[in-house]
């Protein structure tokens, strides 16, 4: 799966992972460079 970053630099999760993690507005979200690859 691949998203796109907006002008202001944000990332919109899809809706389906969101629910799957029960992720709601100000949840916080660990992002990780593995070796140029962002996780």
Same mark, same amino acid.
């Given at each position: 799966? =691949?998203?796109?970053? =907006? @002008? /202001?630099?944000?990332?919109?999760? $899809? %809706?389906? *992972?969101?629910? /799957? #993690?029960? *992720?709601? $507005?100000?949840a @916080?979200? =660990?992002?990780?460079? #593995? +070796? +140029?690859? *962002? %996780?």
């Open positions: 799966m =691949s998203v796109t970053v =907006s @002008e /202001k630099g944000w990332v919109v999760i $899809p %809706a389906d *992972l969101r629910k /799957k #993690y029960n *992720l709601h $507005p100000g @916080e979200v =660990s992002v990780v460079d #593995y +070796g +140029g690859v *962002l %996780a």
